[in-house]
């Protein structure tokens, strides 16, 4: 029985591997972790993570085929292919503060695994690396090896957070790189044979190890690159009247250009975007290509403006002020379908909104009030290391509340800020809202998920990113 270990039980690790266990039932997979929450969280009802379909694949599989381990060191041992997906966070100290990925959990898992096998394996990349850490890791490996064999494969995720079951059951391609080398093409071929169970060999793309791993990083700049294109555009549109959704429209319509990522919004979120752009400018700068740099680290420039411009809309149309008054937060985590709440905008918005004084109550239905906590409390790129290495007890921010109801979170309120586009928000009764808000009673959506006409005959003074403005806006300074 060939035997799977994947090192790391996190957003990509967990699914990844389930769905291994579900399609190769004659596979064994075991998932490891030094967190023992998190572990004991996965061999229990609640996971740690919230993604659809999950949780029917786990309970299928739990105890046959996956297993979910802290012995490490073991599940290393006697598996024949060794998943490393570990978190590689942005370095805030030292050589590429600020940009660069700082692998210190890669190389500890690296030495780790040269350390306990008794075996020859194939080690293969799921984190998000910088190009050319494969090589980094192979020459740990090699030194270390006491005689042991390793071949190294780069087969990053290509995953979309509230979709990445169906992502996995059907994706538009896996991609596996290696070594040109006769050892190499053995190891690739004995992965595509893994993924072979379920997903037809034309999509399983085999390239040389450098080129997948820098296929990873541009797929989520060239992503991130169209919504900071369109989020500049939804600044043109208000300040020209135009409407950023029938523009997105009508150039999406063009089969070269096509619709997907064409939504206007307050800006991206998620584990990966930022962080890998930041490590493609630094990659770039390192290389000796330094307008290449520059050309990337304006898709986060855009995106950090955009944050800010909307902050600073809400702050002047309320009078220049939100000192002391109550604002909701509708949605915190970075996308609908997830409780991921790494970078997503909302926490800029939030800060922006308490540096101005405001009031804060925030209701999502998949993020806790502890979570919320710590995403307000923490330092830039504190996210990204494993949770035990995170600051334990975050102080509470005082001016904000979390409820788990919209109608609480709304009730005596200011203004309503949207900011995850979940699909209860546009069918609440707003009616009601309006009623219980103080009033002038503000809608900032942040997503253009509402009906901006209905909220106006309600009595709602509107703000959706990118459409022709609210004549009350308009007497109002966008920035102050």
Same mark, same amino acid.
């Given at each position: 029985?060939?035997?799977?270990?994947?090192?790391?039980a996190?957003?990509?690790g967990?699914?990844?591997?389930?769905?291994?266990?579900?399609?190769?039932?004659?596979?064994?997979?075991?998932?490891?972790?030094?967190?023992?929450?998190?572990?004991?969280?996965?061999?229990?009802?609640?996971?740690?993570?919230?993604?659809?379909?999950?949780?029917?694949i786990?309970?299928?599989?739990?105890?046959?085929?996956?297993?979910?381990?802290?012995?490490?060191?073991?599940?290393?041992?006697?598996a024949?292919?060794?998943? #490393?997906?570990?978190?590689?966070?942005?370095?805030?100290?030292?050589?590429?503060a600020?940009?660069?990925?700082?692998?210190?959990?890669?190389?500890?898992a690296?030495?780790?695994?040269?350390? !306990?096998?008794?075996?020859?394996?194939?080690?293969?990349?799921?984190?998000?690396?910088?190009?050319?850490?494969?090589?980094?890791?192979?020459?740990?490996?090699?030194?270390?090896?006491?005689?042991?064999?390793?071949?190294?494969?780069?087969?990053?995720?290509?995953?979309?957070?509230?979709?990445?079951?169906a992502?996995?059951?059907?994706?538009?391609?896996?991609?596996?790189?290696?070594?040109e080398?006769?050892?190499?093409?053995?190891?690739?071929?004995?992965?595509?044979?893994?993924?072979?169970?379920?997903?037809?060999?034309?999509?399983?793309?085999?390239?040389?190890?450098?080129?997948?791993?820098?296929?990873?990083?541009?797929?989520?700049?060239?992503?991130?690159?169209?919504?900071?294109?369109?989020?500049?555009?939804?600044?043109?549109?208000?300040?020209t009247?135009?409407?950023?959704?029938?523009?997105?429209?009508? !150039?999406?319509?063009?089969?070269?250009?096509?619709?997907?990522?064409?939504?206007?919004? !307050?800006?991206?979120?998620?584990?990966?975007?930022?962080?890998?752009?930041?490590?493609?400018?630094?990659?770039?700068q390192?290389?000796?290509?330094?307008?290449?740099?520059?050309?990337?680290?304006? !898709?986060?420039?855009?995106?950090?403006?955009?944050?800010?411009?909307?902050?600073?809309?809400i702050?002047?149309?309320?009078? &220049?002020?939100?000192?002391?008054?109550? #604002?909701?937060?509708?949605?915190?985590?970075?996308?609908?379908?997830?409780?991921?709440?790494?970078?997503?905008?909302a926490?800029?918005v939030?800060?922006?909104?308490?540096?101005?004084?405001?009031?804060?109550?925030?209701?999502?239905?998949?993020?806790t009030?502890?979570q919320?906590?710590?995403d307000?409390?923490?330092?830039?790129?504190?996210?990204?290391?494993?949770?035990?290495?995170?600051p334990?007890?975050?102080?509470t921010?005082?001016?904000?509340? #979390?409820?788990?109801?919209?109608?609480?979170?709304?009730?005596?309120a200011?203004?309503?800020?949207?900011?995850?586009?979940?699909?209860?928000f546009?069918?609440?009764?707003?009616?009601?809202?309006?009623d &219980?808000?103080?009033?002038?009673?503000?809608i900032?959506?942040?997503?253009?998920?509402?009906?901006?006409n209905?909220?106006?005959?309600?009595?709602?003074?509107?703000y959706?990113?990118?459409?022709?403005?609210d004549?009350?806006?308009?007497?109002?300074?966008?920035?102050?």
């Amino acid at each position: 029985m060939v035997k799977i270990c994947c090192i790391g039980a996190g957003y990509v690790g967990g699914p990844t591997m389930a769905v291994i266990a579900l399609k190769c039932p004659e596979i064994e997979v075991a998932v490891v972790d030094i967190s023992v929450p998190r572990i004991d969280a996965w061999n229990s009802d609640q996971l740690p993570i919230y993604e659809p379909g999950l949780d029917d694949i786990v309970k299928q599989c739990r105890g046959k085929n996956l297993f979910f381990s802290t012995d490490v060191e073991k599940h290393v041992r006697e598996a024949d292919i060794v998943f #490393v997906s570990v978190n590689t966070p942005t370095k805030t100290t030292g050589l590429g503060a600020g940009k660069a990925a700082d692998l210190t959990y890669w190389e500890s898992a690296a030495r780790m695994i040269a350390d !306990v096998s008794v075996s020859d394996k194939i080690v293969v990349e799921k984190s998000t690396v910088p190009v050319k850490t494969a090589e980094a890791i192979e020459k740990i490996l090699m030194h270390n090896s006491k005689g042991i064999k390793f071949q190294i494969l780069s087969n990053p995720e290509f995953l979309a957070e509230g979709t990445a079951i169906a992502d996995l059951f059907n994706p538009d391609r896996v991609l596996i790189g290696g070594r040109e080398t006769p050892e190499g093409f053995k190891a690739v071929q004995t992965l595509k044979e893994v993924y072979a169970n379920w997903v037809p060999e034309d999509q399983i793309i085999t390239t040389n190890l450098w080129s997948a791993e820098l296929s990873k990083l541009a797929a989520n700049a060239f992503l991130a690159q169209r919504i900071s294109s369109v989020n500049a555009m939804s600044a043109l549109c208000e300040s020209t009247g135009a409407d950023v959704t029938q523009v997105s429209y009508a !150039v999406g319509t063009d089969s070269r250009i096509g619709s997907k990522f064409l939504n206007a919004s !307050v800006g991206f979120g998620g584990s990966c975007f930022q962080k890998d752009i930041l490590n493609l400018v630094y990659i770039c700068q390192c290389n000796g290509l330094p307008e290449v740099a520059e050309y990337w680290k304006q !898709v986060i420039k855009i995106n950090d403006y955009q944050k800010n411009r909307f902050v600073n809309r809400i702050v002047s149309s309320m009078f &220049n002020t939100v000192s002391n008054k109550k #604002v909701a937060i509708l949605g915190f985590a970075f996308k609908k379908d997830t409780g991921d709440t790494r970078e997503t905008p909302a926490i800029d918005v939030c800060k922006g909104l308490l540096g101005d004084k405001a009031q804060i109550s925030i209701y999502d239905p998949q993020v806790t009030e502890e979570q919320i906590q710590r995403d307000l409390s923490m330092k830039k790129f504190d996210w990204d290391h494993p949770l035990h290495l995170q600051p334990m007890s975050p102080t509470t921010v005082k001016q904000v509340s #979390v409820t788990w109801d919209a109608y609480a979170a709304t009730k005596d309120a200011h203004a309503v800020c949207i900011l995850t586009e979940w699909d209860e928000f546009k069918s609440l009764d707003y009616q009601k809202i309006f009623d &219980n808000m103080q009033k002038p009673a503000f809608i900032f959506d942040g997503r253009n998920i509402m009906n901006v006409n209905k909220l106006r005959e309600i009595g709602f003074i509107v703000y959706s990113i990118g459409k022709p403005l609210d004549p009350w806006l308009k007497d109002m300074p966008a920035f102050v």
